[in-house]
């Protein structure tokens, strides 16, 4: 699995010292790390200089690959996943919302040699279990993509606290109100909940939410909300009516019924889909 040209890409996650492939996934989050070498590439209208022991780091849809130029030497290791992906497998990545932020204006990071060394560790391992018969291949996957990414959490992190920035007022707002979410268990599901909590009008939240993360409030709740369901339905031995009552939904029918609308398929079928798919 030491091949530079292994390749691995099931529609979620990505793996190749190919940067090319990566760069053409733009929806994707993609991360590039050069071991040597350098290229020269356009991002949103500005030049970035990628040398050795530099990290790429790029949200979906931020590159414009016109006029990329690599020198003969260039080899990196490439690593990329869907949002969706990332979204199921770290429940609190949105908590990190400022690292987006920075990341747009500063994709590019130089890494320490130990920095470097583990992620070539992590890359190594993603390969090898990528390969593997193993009937646990996918939540070995799962697990090593979390890790992966919370190194990478680590240090961009590390650039914010180097990098200060002033936040708006609805930067704020928004920062306040992913932060409420997340602690609360169960979660409310009306947005006049969080509102009064933050003492702002459910008009001005909404906006503020639309503006700063790009989706409705309605849609923030319903994905947390959801990523509790997933993960009561898909790591518990807890009953459907449990998980239920667990998430303050008022009945059995209505929490069915939400479930079947967000995820396609009955609490039991989604819980029983999942099973299958982890014996594959």
């Not at 994707?28 to 990290?55: S, T, V, W």
């Not at 990341?103 to 390969?127: G, R, T």
């Not at 319903?222 to 369901?229: E, F, P, S, T």
């Amino acid at each position: 699995m030491n091949h530079p040209d292994y390749t691995y890409d099931n529609g979620k996650l990505f793996l190749s010292s190919q940067w090319e492939e990566l760069m053409q996934r733009t929806s994707f989050f993609r991360f590039a790390l050069c071991l040597r070498g350098e290229m020269k590439l356009p991002i949103n209208d500005n030049f970035q200089y990628i040398q050795r022991e530099h990290l790429l780091v790029l949200p979906p849809n931020t590159i414009q690959l016109d006029n990329a130029e690599a020198s003969p030497a260039f080899h990196c290791l490439c690593l990329g996943t869907s949002p969706a992906y990332l979204q199921q497998i770290l429940p609190m990545a949105d908590n990190n919302w400022e690292i987006k932020i920075l990341i747009e204006s500063h994709p590019v990071f130089h890494l320490a040699s130990d920095e470097v060394e583990n992620i070539c560790d992590y890359y190594k391992m993603l390969c090898r279990r990528s390969a593997s018969p193993s009937p646990f291949r996918r939540s070995e996957l799962d697990a090593l993509v979390t890790a992966f990414f919370y190194t990478i959490m680590g240090i961009v992190k590390r650039e914010v606290t180097h990098t200060p920035r002033s936040f708006t007022a609805k930067e704020y707002l928004f920062k306040d109100f992913i932060e409420l979410i997340t602690s609360l268990h169960p979660k409310p599901r009306r947005v006049e909940y969080y509102a009064d909590k933050l003492c702002v009008s459910a008009k001005y939240l909404s906006h503020a939410c639309k503006s700063c993360g790009g989706q409705t409030i309605t849609e923030f709740i319903d994905r947390y909300v959801l990523k509790d369901i997933e993960y009561l339905l898909t790591h518990t031995s807890m009953s459907i009516k449990e998980i239920s009552v667990e998430l303050d939904f008022p009945n059995l029918s209505f929490f069915g019924r939400y479930v079947k609308k967000h995820l396609g398929y009955s609490p039991r079928e989604y819980r029983e889909r999942i099973v299958r798919q982890s014996q594959d």
